[in-house]
């Protein structure tokens, strides 16, 4: 989950009509010749009061060659035309473009002075001299942070020497001008590195932080989302997904043509767009670029263009034959007995219509009865949780499953703060069968056992190891033994530790570390020790290991399930244009998966694409299903 936006910041504002301030501000005349006008707002982080003196420069001087000010710290003052303003929010300002560059395509000639929640009142075409102190804004702690710095002037006063001047013209971003590779990657901060923008993606944006810059008639490769976020594609032959997105096929093949669009023209003026992926962007689409740890570089639109709808439809996947045991995995989105009926009726239809009513499900963000209470408030079960759900399931035409669970200790899982986050399994008793061995219970570990000559369960259903470190603040795996026209099936249900905290791959580190990672490699171990020691007493035991695993095909952690071959991932199986389950930053990725073991024959997958793609979803998952003939 996305963290508050921009803090807002208590400002002190002063309009002044030279420099002599007023209580009120005075409208200046509409004339060629000089006015003035101007204002002053706080910084964000106060610090250490400016220098002495005001240095005056130009905002390529500003800017410098690489991602920190020359000038950081420094009281100077600037001219420029003013080319867009943000006039909502807490943190309010406009943007300047210098119309007289330089020769360097380093440096910048576009800057963002900061008002805080003052409204600049100014116009695009106003010419300014702006006089204010040189800031790197990180959205977060400086000694810690993993973002990169937005170079701004605060603390502002300035005076309109014009009105309705020209705009400095938009560079028009096309298929073949940002560059494929992201960044040189040398091993740590790239800020004092000096910018090649030629090169590297993550160098050309910020080469042009402040600018004016236009693209038209994009594709979009994301839904718009509730942060009125679109995420656009410069680069329609990168990578491109089979429904209009684009995919991630690897730590060094960047989708570097991504692009984050948001809007400053106000929504009473005008409704953000909704729209889903594989939509067009269509005309043109104009503003100034700006960085957010959110996304990256944003192009902030006062220009917007018109959402075509493409018509993306659901996927619907076949029925099971009369053979065929059906398994599908669900990450259904901290789904508790609080929400409101439509979202399980979303969610039971997606069950019944697109998925087609599998035999086994397992199911992923299950919370407790009453939700992300906020505190540890004792309730662990989630029998309403489940009981809403299989009804829904029922009422939409589909079989009325069963389900088996185990509660967690209260606080120990993670997830939103009292929701009580679990795995679990709902089943169709009309075609599979589970078996029950009494005993399991959120601290008692399931243990492979030698059973006429095959593999069973201590207990079942069971949790792995659940008091090994790796789980710790993590959902349990869940181990399942199930029975299907006579033969045994082993069910492991996952959801691993999340992909928080990681860097982001348009931070200041390069290349970003993924901390979370070394976690879930140790949680892969885990599991695949589990499944190593089912194929040690039954080398054709049939097993499946499901659920949101918070990594990709290609990561270690999926290197650790599937090393030597004891699982194959089926995801693998899919033309690369069609691997992906979920949407991050406009980027279609991987992280729930169906692994199985190699007893199994005519094993089937299919990734069902319902979720991640939409704007209006009941959850941020797509579900996925394997059809497969036990031994």
Do not use: C
């Not at 701004?152 to 494929?180: C, F, K, S, Y």
């Amino acid at each position: 989950m996305k963290s508050a936006r921009r803090a807002s910041i208590a400002v002190g504002a002063a309009v002044v009509v030279g420099l002599v301030p007023v209580a009120t501000p005075t409208a200046p005349p509409a004339a060629a010749g000089p006015v003035t006008a101007g204002a002053a707002a706080t910084g964000h982080d106060a610090g250490e009061p400016p220098a002495s003196g005001v240095v005056h420069t130009r905002i390529h001087e500003v800017q410098g060659i690489t991602r920190l000010s020359p000038l950081e710290g420094e009281r100077v003052t600037v001219p420029g035309v003013v080319t867009a303003t943000r006039t909502f929010g807490s943190a309010r300002g406009f943007w300047m473009q210098d119309p007289d560059p330089d020769d360097d395509p380093r440096t910048s000639e576009g800057l963002f002075v900061f008002t805080g929640a003052a409204d600049p009142d100014l116009s695009p075409g106003d010419r300014v001299r702006v006089t204010g102190t040189v800031e790197e804004y990180y959205p977060d702690d400086l000694a810690t942070s993993d973002f990169q710095s937005a170079t701004e002037l605060v603390d502002a006063t300035w005076t309109v020497t014009a009105r309705g001047r020209e705009v400095p013209a938009a560079l028009e971003i096309g298929p073949d001008t940002v560059p494929e590779k992201r960044t040189a990657e040398p091993g740590g901060s790239i800020e004092r590195t000096p910018l090649r923008p030629n090169e590297y993606a993550l160098d050309f944006w910020e080469a042009h932080e402040g600018e004016l810059v236009s693209v038209r008639d994009v594709r979009l490769v994301g839904p718009s989302t509730e942060y009125h976020e679109l995420y656009a594609t410069t680069k329609p032959e990168q990578h491109p997904t089979a429904r209009g997105g684009t995919v991630n096929l690897g730590y060094d093949r960047s989708n570097t043509g991504v692009l984050k669009i948001e809007s400053l023209i106000p929504f009473g003026e005008r409704p953000f767009p909704e729209a889903d992926t594989g939509d067009t962007l269509t005309g043109r689409t104009a503003g100034p670029l700006a960085y957010d740890r959110f996304g990256g570089y944003t192009l902030m639109a006062n220009v917007l263009g018109e959402v075509t709808d493409n018509g993306l439809d659901r996927e619907v996947t076949r029925a099971q034959r009369p053979g065929e045991l059906s398994v599908a995995t669900y990450n259904v989105e901290n789904l508790s007995a609080v929400d409101a009926q439509a979202r399980f009726d979303e969610l039971a239809h997606g069950i019944v219509h697109n998925l087609r009513s599998p035999d086994i499900v397992t199911l992923e963000e299950i919370q407790d009865d009453n939700g992300p209470t906020g505190v540890d408030d004792g309730v662990v079960s989630a029998r309403e949780t489940l009981t809403r759900f299989t009804d829904a399931i029922e009422a939409a035409g589909g079989p009325r499953y069963e389900w088996r669970q185990i509660d967690p200790v209260d606080g120990a899982d993670g997830g939103q703060p009292g929701g009580n986050i679990r795995v679990g399994f709902l089943f169709d008793p009309r075609r599979v069968s589970f078996v029950d061995r009494p005993g399991g219970d959120a601290t008692t570990p399931v243990a492979v056992e030698r059973d006429r000559g095959g593999a069973a369960l201590s207990v079942s259903p069971g949790r792995i190891d659940p008091g090994e470190a790796a789980w710790a603040d993590s959902r349990k795996p869940l181990a399942g033994e199930f029975r299907f026209r006579g033969r045994t099936v082993f069910v492991l249900a996952n959801h691993f530790a999340s992909k928080g905290g990681d860097q982001p791959v348009h931070g200041r580190f390069q290349p970003p570390t993924r901390y979370s990672e070394q976690q879930r490699v140790r949680q892969a171990e885990v599991v695949r020790g589990f499944v190593d020691d089912l194929l040690a007493i039954d080398p054709r035991a049939n097993v499946v290991v499901a659920g949101d695993l918070n990594d990709f095909q290609f990561s270690p952690t999926l290197h650790t399930l599937t090393e030597g071959g004891a699982l194959e991932a089926l995801v693998e199986t899919l033309p690369p244009g069609q691997r992906y389950s979920y949407l991050y930053e406009g980027r279609s990725q991987v992280l729930d998966h169906i692994l199985v073991s190699s007893a199994p024959h005519r094993v089937d997958y299919d990734l069902v694409h319902i979720n991640a793609e939409f704007a209006d979803r009941p959850s941020d998952h797509d579900p996925q299903i394997t059809r497969l003939t036990p031994r």
